[in-house]
Every structure is written in structure tokens, then in C-alpha cells.
């Protein structure tokens, strides 16, 4: 009785309650305060809220989570709608604000409050929530809130369907704006009710997808099952366009796994569409228990040219006219079959094998592993190639600084050149900036660079398929090159086209004094191709007492290595402000030791004489000679033949020759004969022998021509005309010594000869005149010269007192008197001692006499001693040139005129010494320190070091004369050298080499 009581109340408080009791809902909410913020909200709210954000895979964005104190609607977080993964590109310029929430158990209503977070508190725009069931239809009224920026969070939209079928929701802004959520709340059927159906949806359609010709595109499809679905769902697809196929993995999709992935397929050859196809994927569940009918999507398709014309990475760029086709997972793989490609400014063009050349643009790498390829560097007018073979680039890891080229180098036993040169390495870096470094190490082994053995040198160019090749800086610079009677110091050659370079150099030409100027260079196909420069007003000896005043010069190389030009050469001393020689003409030079020069030109003495047809001759030895065809004349003298002579530094010179001589007397029986002259740093002098006596002229570089006796320069003694000049009379007494050899009167008359008379001792009487104008007899020359001149000349005059007298025909202006002078006589020996020699000498001594002692020889004068000294002796060192015998000349000059050139000794000269083969040469080696030393046999040569290292690397260094080691730095134990030294002369000719090699390790 009790039991049944008390079951009945509880019946009873259950009607008295409204028994059946109301179903009570469940509701979940999120409120985004456990999330850090930023983080990324996908299925954090799976378990605890039955919720799902897909994301951009289905629709819309992943709400992230931002931090809003002041404006959350609880807490500090709020969740924003509007973050786009991938930018304008994934998801377009002008997007809205989205995402969409999936259940999975179907909810009775969803609602959420929204706000504008942080946004212009003037703006204020409309954000919407929809909600769909199953099959996508939309459940309810949208519902819509206008929200302000910055404000507080509190519009609460709120969608229900009372029947418990809402499967997804949209939250919705038209914009992008700083749209966000927060407290989203979905009520849930009562536990207690019976559950709903078994339902699902599909999600993942594209949206639109293209399929490159000749590969697939996958598209994954997602099974989101609700209340409880479970089973297979079978998958089809309709609406394909021609030449697509597709596939599901896996189909069906049972259990409660839901996922697969559909692939479309455009086979190869396919025609590219321009239209899109729709595609129907149709979900069918197996029975009830996955869902109550079949669910679909659709998407857009279409097939795509499979034609890139760029793939680009960090690090690359390439380009074609042709096609990369893609393939492979992700189609990271760009493929390109017999076509040339434009990677950072080099051209990559197939030869043989499969012809293809496939980048990565995922692993970075660039590879033809069955194919050659020809690389070059694009440039106009031709291309620059510098590397044959496989290509096998890898360009993985992090970090952006240049990086080495892998699979493009110098290959063991390949020829190759870049610009017309042989190379021996080549480096290749790509940049970050998608541009090519190219380095090649050069090796000119060439004249000039290859007379001390071939030098290597490098030098890099940037190019890139915006800009070409950049020949900015592709410049070769070598320090220093020695080469016979040449030393180039700063060649600085830039690359121009076509293999040539040109650019500047130092040019020091090896002279007894060094000459440095400045010359333009050129390389062209791989070879010397010119040497020249030009320039004037240099005034620069070259030698003692010899000046370069203008050079202009090329080097040519057959059929002899030869320099030829023009140059202006001057030597001696200067005379009366005048260069004693000057020669300009054209040059031919012999590039030897010595170096010797040869020019044809014209050439003048003192600045006054010209020697026509004229040669030179100089040498670093120091010879300058020269010579040619003389017309001159010598006031009463007139000579015409060929003339040679040679330059001493400033203290001599000579000039002389076998010539024709005639004095210009009216009514000579015989006017011309065998004459000689003499020109030197004194003057010019000039005679003639006429029957047995020597009749002449000469003069200083700043006076004029006299007549002159016997070749002997004794100065003239002006006597002062007798009063009344016009009429006959005394012209004046002379008293002469004993043993005069001869003596000589000179008159000249205005407007004619005068005739005169000649009184001496013992009564000798000698008369020339117009009825007796030339007397020739007993040791007496007299003439009446066409000059208005009157001349007599006495051979061994007796002593006593000569009187002249004019016989008035013509006014006197002058009266001179002349003595004759003893024969100069020197001798002279020479002894040796060593290498040097000793001259000793002992000489007449005439007043107003010196005297020049010369060595001279095949290729030598060189000026030993001038003096007027009795007897001496100086010790000296034999002139450089050719062995043999050396004359000793003595050129006598009286009175500052020349008068006379004797040969008084000779002596036999050695060859000039060369450099012997260098002894003891060895290579040690301390760290990355290499020593090398050796010995000299021969002191006073410098000596050149050629280094030559296994990766083809050379280079020659010069040491002092008083060196004998060379220390190299920074050389790895890993590294041989193999090394050859040998001497060097003033003029760069080689002596023997000696060799020795260096192990590594």
C-alpha cells in the first residue's frame, strides 16, 4: 500500500509538474579565452563543443584568435573571420570576410555575438549568420547585426530550428574588415529525446580546378558525419569535360573514416579549354545508418596548357621560349625537352642524349642527367661559352649569400676558352638576386706574358636574363711582365667583342737608361695582337748625353719581333744653344739585349749642317753612331760625300768622312781633290789637298767659317788695316819665329780681292794680283777667292820680319794672320787588370790642345778621359757589347776646333757577362709557409721565379740581384709546386733555368 503511495506522488508531482516532463536542451559554448592569441582555431572544439572549422579546404577562413580587452563579450579573446592563408592569390583582391563551423551531431540553434575589434569607431558595417542542414539547404532566417568599430562586443545573431537538423553555419562580411566572434553558443537536442537520423555532408570541392595537359590534379573531399553515421559512402563523378578522367582513393569510404581524395587526370596531348566544365561529385550513403539520401558538390574544371615560361626559385631564374611542363608530386618538377633555356643570364642548350633538362623548384636543384648540354654566357654579338657536359645544380639549404654552381667546371683534359683565352678554372656562383657570377683563370701563354713562362690571372663578369652580360669589370690586370728590352708594368686590359681586349700599360723600354711611358695594348683571338703608344716633347735621356725628344712605336710579331715607328733622338753636348745632333726618322728596333734601334731619317749637326739619307744607330749598350751624305759648305770650302760618326756622352762626339773638296778660286788649274771633315762638339772643319798642301776652313757651332792651312787649326791673329784702306800700302809686319812649319795672311777686300805683296827675309818677294791671280811654286799658295778674299800661305816661312802691302785695288776691311802648328803626337798603352783596364798615355803639349781618349769597336764608343795633360793614366771598365778587338782613338782638338783623330793603342775585350744556371734551388716548407732559395754563381743579375701549381695556376716574380730566396704565404700541405729560376740581364735576356718540385704533404 505504501509503495504504490508513494510511486503516484512521484507520478503525481510529475503531472502537477506538466508530466511528461519538457525535453531539456543542451547547450555548448565557446568563448576562445583557453586559446593563446593568434592561434589558428581548426578542431580545438571538436570533442568539447561537437564544432569544426575546415578552413579555405571548404569555406571561408580559420577564425583566429585576437587578444580585446574592453570589447570581448566575456573574457579577453575574441576570434576574427578574416585571415586569408596565401594572400591575393589564394584568395583574391577584393575578398570578403568568412568561415564556416561544422557540427557533428545536428544542433537545434547556434548563435554568436559579434563586434569590430579595433577598428574606426566611424565605420560601422553588417555582419550574417546563416545556417544550413545536411543536404545545404538553409535552415531559418538569416540573421543580420550592424557592428561599429572599436565598440564593446555585444550584437548577438541567433539562428534555430526546432527540429534539430542544423549541420553547418556561415558567418559572413561582405569586406575584409577586423570582423570577429565571440561566445559562440549551439544547442544540442536533450540527451533523453530520442536522437536524430544518421546524416552526413561532403566538403573540399575546389571551387575551380585546373588540370595541366599531361598530368593530375588532386582535389580531397571530406566526410563530415553526423549523429552517429557510420558506413560506406560511395563516391561518383558527372559533367567531365573531353580528356579528364577521375578517380576516388578510397571508394567507397566506410567506417567512420571520411576521408578521399578524387584525381583528375588530363591525359597528354590534351586540347587546352577555354571554357569550364561544372563537375558533380555525388556522395551516396550505403544505407540508413550513414545517412538518409545521397549528398553533392560541384566544382568548375578545365584542362590547362602545360606551358610555363619562367620557373623561379631563390637563387634562379629561367626562362624559355619554348615550354616547362610540370609533373610529379605537387608538380615541383619542371621538365623542358630539345630546347634552350635562359638561366641567370647563361644559355643552357641541349647537344645529345635525351635533351632534357628538369628543375625542382621544391628540392631546388637543376638537372639533365641523360643529356649534354652546352652552357654560355649570353652576350652580343656571340655568345661566350664556358662549359660542356651534364648539369647537376643544387641549390637546398638555408642562407642567401652566393653560392658555388655545382656541375658547371673545368673538366680534366677540356679545352676551353671564354673571350678568345684559354682557361685553366672556372668558378661559378649564383646570387640571391637570380644573376651569374662567372670567374675564369686565364692563361696567357703569349708573348709578352709567356717569356718568363705563362702567367694565369682572373677576373669575373655578372650577367642575368634582365640585364645581359656585364663587361663592366671584366678586366685583366697583371701586375708586372718582363719581356726582351720590355718590362710592362699595370696592363689593364677590358674585354670589348669578339675575343679582343684592349686597354693600357706601363711600357718601360730597356735603354742604357730606362724609358717609361705609357702604351695602349691589345689581345685579339686569343693572341698579342698590338703594343703602341706616341708621344712628344720628352726631352729624356736614354742614355748618357743622349735624349729621346719624340716616340711614336707598335710591336709587331712576324716575321720578327720588331718595334718600328718614328723617333726624334738628340745627342752630345749642346753647342752655341743648339743639340751638337738630332735625328728624326723612322725606327725599326730589335727587341734583344741590347736593344738596338735603327732609324733612316734626316739628320743635322748643331743645328745647322744636314746629313741627308741619314742613319742611327743606338743600343742599351750605349752606342749612338750615325751617318749619311753631306753637301756643306765651308765658306771657302765646299764638300759633298758621305759622312758617318758617333756620340760619347757629353764630353765627345765625331763626325767624318771621305768627301770631295773644292776651293772656290777663280783660275785653280785644279780646284777639287780628295777632301776631309770633321765635325764634333767643338765645330766644323773642313780641308782640301791641293798639290801637296792642305788648304781649308773651319769654324765654332757660333762663329763663321776662316780659312785655315794644312788642316792645323791655329787661330787667327786680326791685324788692323794701314790707315786710307782704299789706296796702296803697309798692311801690316809679322815677325816669325824659327822652324814655323808654315804661316798664312788673310785680306779681305770690299767689293773684291786685293792684290798684295809679300816681303820676307833675305828679299822674297811674293805677289798675287789680277794679272797673277793663283800662284802654286816653291812652297806658296796664293789666290785671289771669288768671295772678295785674298789668301797666302808659306810652307816653313824663314824667321825674321814678313811685311804686307796692298796694292789699292779694293778697299781692306780685315787683315789676318795665321801660324802653323806642329803635329799633335800622343801615345798611349793599355794594360789589364781583372775585368777593368788601365790606359796610360803620354802626349806633346801645345797650348790651346786637348785630348779625348776613346774606346771604340764593333758596337762601342764610349768616351774614356779628356785632357791636356803630358802623361797619365786612369783605370777603366770596357764599354758593354760584342767581344774583340777595341781600338783606342785620340781625338785632338785645338783651340776648341777639331783637328784631329789618332789611333794610339787597343786591347781585346771579353763578351758581356750572362747569368749562370742558378745552383743549391730548393723548396722547404713550414706550415703554409714555402721557402724558396738557391745560389748565384754570376753576382749582379736579378733573377725570375715561375711557380706553377696543380690546378694550372702560374705566376712569375722578379727579384733584386742581391736576392736569393722567395717566401710564398698561404700554400695548403695539400698543395705541390713545381718551380724554375733563372737570371736575368739589364736588357731581360735569359740565362739558364734551374728546376725543382715540391711535394704535397
Same mark, same amino acid.
Given at each position: 500500500?505504501?509503495?504504490?503511495?508513494?510511486?503516484?506522488?512521484?507520478?503525481?508531482?510529475?503531472?502537477?509538474?506538466?508530466?511528461?516532463?519538457?525535453?531539456?536542451?543542451?547547450?555548448?559554448?565557446?568563448?576562445?579565452?583557453?586559446?593563446?592569441?593568434?592561434?589558428?582555431?581548426?578542431?580545438?572544439?571538436?570533442?568539447?563543443?561537437?564544432?569544426?572549422?575546415?578552413?579555405?579546404?571548404?569555406?571561408?577562413?580559420?577564425?583566429?584568435?585576437?587578444?580585446?580587452?574592453?570589447?570581448?563579450?566575456?573574457?579577453?579573446?575574441?576570434?576574427?573571420?578574416?585571415?586569408?592563408?596565401?594572400?591575393?592569390?589564394?584568395?583574391?583582391?577584393?575578398?570578403?570576410?568568412?568561415?564556416?563551423?561544422?557540427?557533428?551531431?545536428?544542433?537545434?540553434?547556434?548563435?554568436?555575438?559579434?563586434?569590430?575589434?579595433?577598428?574606426?569607431?566611424?565605420?560601422?558595417?553588417?555582419?550574417?549568420?546563416?545556417?544550413?542542414?545536411?543536404?545545404?539547404?538553409?535552415?531559418?532566417?538569416?540573421?543580420?547585426?550592424?557592428?561599429?568599430?572599436?565598440?564593446?562586443?555585444?550584437?548577438?545573431?541567433?539562428?534555430?530550428?526546432?527540429?534539430?537538423?542544423?549541420?553547418?553555419?556561415?558567418?559572413?562580411?561582405?569586406?575584409?574588415?577586423?570582423?570577429?566572434?565571440?561566445?559562440?553558443?549551439?544547442?544540442?537536442?536533450?540527451?533523453?529525446?530520442?536522437?536524430?537520423?544518421?546524416?552526413?555532408?561532403?566538403?573540399?570541392?575546389?571551387?575551380?580546378?585546373?588540370?595541366?595537359?599531361?598530368?593530375?590534379?588532386?582535389?580531397?573531399?571530406?566526410?563530415?558525419?553526423?549523429?552517429?553515421?557510420?558506413?560506406?559512402?560511395?563516391?561518383?563523378?558527372?559533367?567531365?569535360?573531353?580528356?579528364?578522367?577521375?578517380?576516388?582513393?578510397?571508394?567507397?569510404?566506410?567506417?567512420?573514416?571520411?576521408?578521399?581524395?578524387?584525381?583528375?587526370?588530363?591525359?597528354?596531348?590534351?586540347?587546352?579549354?577555354?571554357?569550364?566544365?561544372?563537375?558533380?561529385?555525388?556522395?551516396?550513403?550505403?544505407?540508413?545508418?550513414?545517412?538518409?539520401?545521397?549528398?553533392?558538390?560541384?566544382?568548375?574544371?578545365?584542362?590547362?596548357?602545360?606551358?610555363?615560361?619562367?620557373?623561379?626559385?631563390?637563387?634562379?631564374?629561367?626562362?624559355?621560349?619554348?615550354?616547362?611542363?610540370?609533373?610529379?608530386?605537387?608538380?615541383?618538377?619542371?621538365?623542358?625537352?630539345?630546347?634552350?633555356?635562359?638561366?641567370?643570364?647563361?644559355?643552357?642548350?641541349?647537344?645529345?642524349?635525351?635533351?632534357?633538362?628538369?628543375?625542382?623548384?621544391?628540392?631546388?636543384?637543376?638537372?639533365?642527367?641523360?643529356?649534354?648540354?652546352?652552357?654560355?654566357?649570353?652576350?652580343?654579338?656571340?655568345?661566350?661559352?664556358?662549359?660542356?657536359?651534364?648539369?647537376?645544380?643544387?641549390?637546398?639549404?638555408?642562407?642567401?649569400?652566393?653560392?658555388?654552381?655545382?656541375?658547371?667546371?673545368?673538366?680534366?683534359?677540356?679545352?676551353?676558352?671564354?673571350?678568345?683565352?684559354?682557361?685553366?678554372?672556372?668558378?661559378?656562383?649564383?646570387?640571391?638576386?637570380?644573376?651569374?657570377?662567372?670567374?675564369?683563370?686565364?692563361?696567357?701563354?703569349?708573348?709578352?706574358?709567356?717569356?718568363?713562362?705563362?702567367?694565369?690571372?682572373?677576373?669575373?663578369?655578372?650577367?642575368?636574363?634582365?640585364?645581359?652580360?656585364?663587361?663592366?669589370?671584366?678586366?685583366?690586370?697583371?701586375?708586372?711582365?718582363?719581356?726582351?728590352?720590355?718590362?710592362?708594368?699595370?696592363?689593364?686590359?677590358?674585354?670589348?667583342?669578339?675575343?679582343?681586349?684592349?686597354?693600357?700599360?706601363?711600357?718601360?723600354?730597356?735603354?742604357?737608361?730606362?724609358?717609361?711611358?705609357?702604351?695602349?695594348?691589345?689581345?685579339?683571338?686569343?693572341?698579342?695582337?698590338?703594343?703602341?703608344?706616341?708621344?712628344?716633347?720628352?726631352?729624356?735621356?736614354?742614355?748618357?748625353?743622349?735624349?729621346?725628344?719624340?716616340?711614336?712605336?707598335?710591336?709587331?710579331?712576324?716575321?720578327?719581333?720588331?718595334?718600328?715607328?718614328?723617333?726624334?733622338? !738628340?745627342?752630345?753636348?749642346? /753647342? &752655341? $744653344?743648339?743639340? *751638337?745632333?738630332? %735625328?728624326? @726618322?723612322? +725606327?725599326?728596333?730589335? #727587341?734583344?739585349?741590347?736593344?738596338?734601334?735603327?732609324?733612316?731619317?734626316?739628320?743635322?749637326?748643331?743645328?745647322?749642317?744636314?746629313?741627308?739619307?741619314?742613319?742611327?744607330?743606338?743600343?742599351?749598350?750605349?752606342?749612338?753612331?750615325?751617318?749619311?751624305?753631306?753637301?756643306?759648305?765651308?765658306?771657302?770650302?765646299?764638300?759633298?760625300? !758621305?759622312?758617318?760618326?758617333? /756620340? &760619347? $756622352?757629353?764630353? *765627345?762626339?765625331? %763626325?767624318? @768622312?771621305? +768627301?770631295?773638296?773644292? #776651293?772656290?778660286?777663280?783660275?785653280?788649274?785644279?780646284?777639287?781633290?780628295?777632301?776631309?771633315?770633321?765635325?764634333?762638339?767643338?765645330?766644323?772643319?773642313?780641308?782640301?789637298?791641293?798639290?801637296?798642301?792642305?788648304?781649308?776652313?773651319?769654324?765654332?757651332?757660333?762663329?763663321?767659317?776662316?780659312?785655315?792651312?794644312?788642316?792645323?787649326?791655329?787661330?787667327?791673329?786680326?791685324?788692323?788695316?794701314?790707315?786710307?784702306?782704299?789706296?796702296? @800700302?803697309? +798692311?801690316?809686319?809679322?815677325?816669325?819665329?824659327?822652324?814655323?812649319?808654315?804661316?798664312?795672311?788673310?785680306?779681305?777686300?770690299?767689293?773684291?780681292?786685293?792684290?798684295?805683296?809679300?816681303?820676307?827675309?833675305?828679299?822674297?818677294?811674293?805677289?798675287?794680283?789680277?794679272?797673277?791671280?793663283?800662284?802654286?811654286?816653291?812652297?806658296?799658295?796664293?789666290?785671289?777667292?771669288?768671295?772678295?778674299?785674298?789668301?797666302?800661305?808659306?810652307?816653313?816661312?824663314?824667321?825674321?820680319?814678313?811685311?804686307?802691302?796692298?796694292?789699292?785695288?779694293?778697299?781692306?776691311?780685315?787683315?789676318?794672320?795665321?801660324?802653323?802648328?806642329?803635329?799633335?803626337?800622343?801615345?798611349?798603352?793599355?794594360?789589364?787588370?781583372?775585368?777593368?783596364?788601365?790606359?796610360?798615355?803620354?802626349?806633346?803639349?801645345?797650348?790651346?790642345?786637348?785630348?779625348?781618349?776613346?774606346?771604340?769597336?764593333?758596337?762601342?764608343?764610349?768616351?774614356?778621359?779628356?785632357?791636356?795633360?803630358?802623361?797619365?793614366?786612369?783605370?777603366?771598365?770596357?764599354?758593354?757589347?760584342?767581344?774583340?778587338?777595341?781600338?783606342?782613338?785620340?781625338?785632338?782638338?785645338?783651340?776648341?776646333?777639331?783637328?784631329?783623330?789618332?789611333?794610339?793603342?787597343?786591347?781585346?775585350?771579353?763578351?758581356?757577362?750572362?747569368?749562370?744556371?742558378?745552383?743549391?734551388?730548393?723548396?722547404?716548407?713550414?706550415?703554409?709557409?714555402?721557402?724558396?732559395?738557391?745560389?748565384?754563381?754570376?753576382?749582379?743579375?736579378?733573377?725570375?721565379?715561375?711557380?706553377?701549381?696543380?690546378?694550372?695556376?702560374?705566376?712569375?716574380?722578379?727579384?733584386?740581384?742581391?736576392?736569393?730566396?722567395?717566401?710564398?704565404?698561404?700554400?695548403?700541405?695539400?698543395?705541390?709546386?713545381?718551380?724554375?729560376?733563372?737570371?736575368?740581364?739589364?736588357?731581360?735576356?735569359?740565362?739558364?733555368?734551374?728546376?725543382?718540385?715540391?711535394?704535397?704533404?
Amino acid at each position: 500500500m505504501r509503495g504504490r503511495l508513494g510511486a503516484g506522488i512521484v507520478i503525481a508531482v510529475l503531472l502537477v509538474l506538466g508530466a511528461p516532463a519538457a525535453a531539456q536542451a543542451v547547450v555548448k559554448t565557446v568563448s576562445f579565452d583557453d586559446l593563446a592569441a593568434g592561434t589558428s582555431v581548426s578542431n580545438q572544439y571538436a570533442a568539447s563543443a561537437g564544432v569544426t572549422f575546415p578552413g579555405q579546404s571548404d569555406y571561408g577562413f580559420l577564425p583566429v584568435v585576437r587578444s580585446a580587452p574592453g570589447q570581448a563579450h566575456s573574457g579577453t579573446n575574441v576570434a576574427d573571420f578574416n585571415t586569408c592563408v596565401g594572400g591575393t592569390d589564394a584568395c583574391g583582391e577584393f575578398r570578403p570576410a568568412l568561415t564556416r563551423g561544422r557540427f557533428s551531431t545536428s544542433a537545434k540553434a547556434v548563435s554568436v555575438v559579434v563586434g569590430y575589434y579595433g577598428g574606426d569607431p566611424s565605420v560601422t558595417v553588417p555582419v550574417e549568420l546563416s545556417a544550413y542542414d545536411a543536404s545545404g539547404t538553409q535552415v531559418g532566417t538569416t540573421q543580420t547585426a550592424d557592428v561599429t568599430g572599436g565598440a564593446p562586443f555585444t550584437q548577438r545573431l541567433t539562428v534555430t530550428a526546432p527540429d534539430a537538423r542544423i549541420a553547418y553555419f556561415n558567418l559572413y562580411r561582405q569586406y575584409a574588415d577586423d570582423v570577429a566572434m565571440d561566445d559562440l553558443a549551439i544547442t544540442y537536442p536533450d540527451p533523453a529525446e530520442p536522437p536524430p537520423p544518421a546524416d552526413f555532408t561532403i566538403s573540399g570541392g575546389p571551387g575551380v580546378a585546373e588540370v595541366l595537359e599531361g598530368t593530375s590534379t588532386a582535389v580531397p573531399l571530406d566526410i563530415t558525419r553526423i549523429n552517429g553515421s557510420a558506413g560506406d559512402v560511395n563516391y561518383a563523378v558527372s559533367g567531365l569535360p573531353p580528356g579528364i578522367t577521375a578517380a576516388f582513393a578510397p571508394n567507397p569510404v566506410g567506417g567512420s573514416d571520411t576521408h578521399t581524395v578524387l584525381t583528375l587526370t588530363a591525359a597528354t596531348g590534351a586540347a587546352a579549354q577555354v571554357d569550364y566544365a561544372t563537375v558533380t561529385v555525388t556522395a551516396t550513403p550505403a544505407n540508413a545508418a550513414v545517412g538518409p539520401s545521397p549528398r553533392t558538390i560541384t566544382f568548375l574544371t578545365r584542362i590547362k596548357q602545360n606551358c610555363d615560361r619562367t620557373v623561379s626559385f631563390t637563387y634562379v631564374d629561367a626562362r624559355t621560349d619554348g615550354c616547362f611542363h610540370k609533373f610529379g608530386d605537387g608538380l615541383h618538377q619542371h621538365e623542358i625537352v630539345n630546347t634552350t633555356v635562359h638561366i641567370n643570364g647563361l644559355n643552357f642548350t641541349p647537344l645529345d642524349g635525351d635533351r632534357d633538362l628538369v628543375i625542382d623548384d621544391d628540392k631546388k636543384t637543376i638537372k639533365s642527367p641523360n643529356s649534354t648540354f652546352a652552357v654560355t654566357i649570353a652576350s652580343s654579338p656571340v655568345d661566350i661559352p664556358i662549359y660542356t657536359g651534364t648539369i647537376d645544380m643544387s641549390f637546398a639549404g638555408s642562407g642567401t649569400g652566393p653560392r658555388d654552381v655545382t656541375g658547371i667546371g673545368l673538366k680534366a683534359g677540356q679545352a676551353l676558352s671564354v673571350a678568345g683565352l684559354p682557361v685553366t678554372g672556372l668558378g661559378v656562383q649564383f646570387n640571391s638576386s637570380a644573376q651569374t657570377v662567372v670567374t675564369p683563370t686565364f692563361k696567357l701563354d703569349f708573348w709578352p706574358f709567356n717569356y718568363l713562362g705563362a702567367i694565369t690571372t682572373s677576373t669575373s663578369l655578372t650577367t642575368s636574363n634582365d640585364h645581359g652580360a656585364s663587361f663592366s669589370s671584366f678586366d685583366l690586370k697583371i701586375p708586372k711582365v718582363e719581356a726582351l728590352a720590355l718590362t710592362l708594368t699595370n696592363v689593364s686590359l677590358h674585354y670589348q667583342d669578339s675575343g679582343t681586349w684592349s686597354g693600357s700599360v706601363t711600357a718601360t723600354l730597356n735603354f742604357a737608361k730606362k724609358l717609361t711611358i705609357g702604351a695602349g695594348f691589345g689581345i685579339k683571338n686569343g693572341d698579342f695582337d698590338s703594343l703602341s703608344a706616341s708621344v712628344g716633347n720628352l726631352n729624356t735621356p736614354i742614355g748618357t748625353g743622349i735624349y729621346l725628344q719624340s716616340l711614336g712605336f707598335a710591336i709587331q710579331r712576324t716575321p720578327a719581333l720588331m718595334l718600328s715607328g718614328s723617333i726624334g733622338v !738628340s745627342g752630345g753636348p749642346s /753647342v &752655341a $744653344g743648339k743639340t *751638337a745632333v738630332s %735625328v728624326n @726618322g723612322t +725606327l725599326k728596333a730589335t #727587341l734583344a739585349d741590347p736593344f738596338v734601334i735603327e732609324v733612316n731619317g734626316n739628320a743635322k749637326l748643331g743645328g745647322k749642317f744636314q746629313i741627308g739619307q741619314a742613319f742611327l744607330r743606338y743600343s742599351s749598350f750605349g752606342l749612338f753612331e750615325f751617318g749619311g751624305s753631306a753637301d756643306w759648305s765651308l765658306g771657302p770650302l765646299g764638300v759633298n760625300g !758621305s759622312v758617318n760618326g758617333w /756620340v &760619347a $756622352g757629353l764630353s *765627345a762626339f765625331d %763626325v767624318e @768622312g771621305q +768627301l770631295q773638296g773644292c #776651293l772656290h778660286i777663280d783660275y785653280l788649274p785644279d780646284p777639287c781633290a780628295t777632301a776631309k771633315a770633321l765635325v764634333s762638339s767643338i765645330g766644323i772643319a773642313g780641308c782640301v789637298d791641293v798639290f801637296g798642301y792642305g788648304v781649308g776652313a773651319a769654324a765654332t757651332w757660333s762663329g763663321d767659317f776662316d780659312a785655315f792651312t794644312g788642316c792645323d787649326l791655329a787661330p787667327w791673329r786680326p791685324q788692323k788695316p794701314t790707315a786710307g784702306g782704299a789706296q796702296a @800700302g803697309s +798692311l801690316g809686319a809679322v815677325a816669325i819665329p824659327y822652324g814655323l812649319p808654315m804661316a798664312a795672311w788673310q785680306v779681305q777686300g770690299k767689293g773684291g780681292p786685293p792684290g798684295v805683296t809679300l816681303t820676307g827675309p833675305h828679299g822674297r818677294t811674293i805677289t798675287v794680283n789680277k794679272a797673277n791671280p793663283y800662284i802654286k811654286r816653291d812652297g806658296v799658295v796664293a789666290g785671289l777667292l771669288e768671295d772678295g778674299t785674298t789668301f797666302v800661305v808659306v810652307k816653313s816661312p824663314a824667321a825674321g820680319t814678313w811685311r804686307l802691302r796692298s796694292d789699292g785695288t779694293f778697299p781692306v776691311s780685315r787683315v789676318r794672320y795665321a801660324r802653323g802648328l806642329p803635329k799633335p803626337h800622343v801615345s798611349a798603352k793599355v794594360k789589364r787588370s781583372g775585368t777593368r783596364r788601365t790606359l796610360s798615355w803620354s802626349l806633346t803639349p801645345i797650348a790651346g790642345q786637348k785630348v779625348s781618349f776613346v774606346e771604340s769597336g764593333k758596337d762601342v764608343h764610349h768616351a774614356i778621359k779628356t785632357t791636356s795633360a803630358r802623361r797619365g793614366s786612369i783605370r777603366f771598365t770596357p764599354a758593354q757589347g760584342s767581344a774583340g778587338v777595341r781600338k783606342v782613338q785620340a781625338l785632338v782638338s785645338q783651340d776648341g776646333r777639331p783637328r784631329a783623330k789618332i789611333t794610339v793603342a787597343s786591347f781585346r775585350a771579353a763578351s758581356a757577362l750572362k747569368p749562370a744556371t742558378p745552383k743549391r734551388l730548393k723548396l722547404t716548407r713550414k706550415g703554409t709557409r714555402v721557402t724558396i732559395s738557391w745560389t748565384a754563381p754570376r753576382a749582379g743579375f736579378r733573377h725570375a721565379v715561375h711557380i706553377t701549381l696543380p690546378d694550372g695556376t702560374q705566376t712569375v716574380r722578379i727579384v733584386s740581384a742581391k736576392q736569393r730566396s722567395l717566401v710564398l704565404t698561404g700554400i695548403a700541405k695539400t698543395v705541390a709546386l713545381k718551380v724554375s729560376v733563372r737570371g736575368l740581364t739589364a736588357g731581360n735576356a735569359k740565362g739558364p733555368a734551374a728546376s725543382a718540385s715540391l711535394k704535397a704533404g
